[in-house]
């Protein structure tokens, strides 16, 4: 199937085919024509699927409409997570319609407010925003929401685990009643569930590629590791190992600039992104990794959100993630669009319910590989593939 199968208008198909997408990914093929048909969905999806494709290209096709644009005005609006997402998704939005005459803005905390409510002054086509400074902007009357034809929750998961329901009520407040409603997640919780009720009204559901499954070309290790000796683990690896270039994820944001100082000590030049780090440095910090600059970059699971690198050669859990279904997401940063990655997790006793929360998720058990010079003092356990956590931690 082509694009142009889809229904959608040829400005549209050619961007899409002069960045070199030929065919819809699954995601794309079922979602596309129940957006164009103007009803509300819910959808299940993983990172590296073509979810945003999937809601920007429809988005395009129902706004590419004559009509005057009202000052301060938006006609559709993307909620996402993080600024590192939200700027993601509007780059995309911008490679897709340049033949439109259509206009998009990227709105988020961290930066002078002024430029955007100036640039709002004009009213935008599609507005992407994270849930605090369009609240910001809302207070401020520097936009309507009057106009509104479409709202589209992005990460909607990420946004519940970042405390973000209140902030988002209090948009959908404002909102008017009849609009188109998407919302998209990685996992369809009950929580998720209860907020797209919220949202929008009769949606289609939709679940693509089996929910907690791993890309196939994704090859997936583990070393188990005593803590005290992780940071030269994994020093270890990346230069006996020969790594090109590795995304390495940590719990905590002070762990992340300790890690930094750690790998610096060996000779290993890297860098980190989390919330503490201020917008131009972490934007500045992302570039440098994208270009291949910096090899090696180590980020909270919240603040790599949005990070979409092609052809990323692997990613490390220095910290499994919690809750298990993080792991999915984390692990589809590599072997995106059909390509071969590699996961590499750096596992510890304190990490054994987590680690079989996981495999169980997964529907099999990872590989242990054994690095020489590396023994073990507190033995991590055989995983038990059933394991069900009672509680959370």
């Known amino acids: 199937m082509s694009f142009s199968k889809l229904g959608l208008a040829d400005p549209i198909v050619k961007a899409v085919a002069e960045l070199g997408y030929d065919t819809p990914t699954e995601i794309q093929q079922q979602a596309i024509p129940i957006i164009l048909s103007g009803k509300d969905l819910m959808a299940a999806a993983q990172t590296g699927t073509g979810k945003t494709a999937s809601f920007v290209l429809p988005l395009l096709e129902k706004l590419n ?21 939200a700027v993601q998704v509007e780059n995309n939005i911008v490679d897709y319609a340049k033949h439109l ?14 430029p955007q409510k100036q640039r709002l002054l004009q009213g935008v086509d599609l507005l992407v925003a994270t849930p605090g400074r369009l609240l910001d902007l809302a207070y401020q009357r520097a936009l309507f929401f ?27 407040d404002r ?13 369809l919780t009950d929580d998720v569930r209860y907020l797209a009720d919220t949202v929008s009204h009769n949606a289609v559901e939709i679940s693509v590629s089996p929910q907690n499954k791993a890309a196939p070309k994704i090859h997936q290790w583990l070393v188990t590791v005593d803590k005290d000796t992780k940071s030269a683990l994994l020093s270890h690896l990346i230069n006996e190992q020969h790594w090109d270039q590795a995304l390495i994820f940590v ?24 919330s503490g780090r201020s917008q131009a440095m972490r934007e500045q910090v992302l570039s440098d990794f994208k270009s291949g600059k910096l090899k090696y970059l180590i980020a909270t699971g919240i603040a790599a959100r949005g990070i979409d690198i092609d052809n990323l050669s692997r990613v490390v859990n220095y910290d499994l993630p919690y809750p298990a279904e993080e792991y999915i997401h984390r692990i589809g940063r590599t072997g995106r669009a059909g390509a071969s990655g590699e996961a590499i997790s750096l596992v510890s006793k304190d990490d054994f319910k987590n680690l079989c929360a996981i495999e169980s998720l997964l529907g099999h058990i990872i590989q242990r590989i054994e690095i020489e010079g590396f023994p073990v003092k507190k033995t991590v356990p055989i995983s038990i593939l059933n394991y069900q956590p009672k509680n959370k931690r």
């Open 65 to 85: 409409t004559d009509g005057e644009l009202r000052g301060r005005s938006i006609r559709a609006l993307i909620l996402a997570p993080t600024r590192e997402l």
């Open 101 to 114: 005459n259509l206009s998009s803005l990227v709105v988020y905390g961290g930066t002078d407010l002024e």
């Open 146 to 172: 009057e106009d509104l034809e479409f709202l589209v929750l992005d990460e909607a998961d990420r946004m519940l685990d970042m405390g973000f329901v209140d902030e988002i009520n209090k948009i959908i």
């Open 175 to 187: 909102l008017p009643v009849k609009r188109q409603s998407l919302l998209f997640s990685a996992t």
């Open 251 to 274: 719990e905590k944001k002070h762990s992340a600039a300790k890690l930094v100082e750690q790998l610096g000590k060996r000779d290993i030049l890297a860098d980190s992104i989390h």
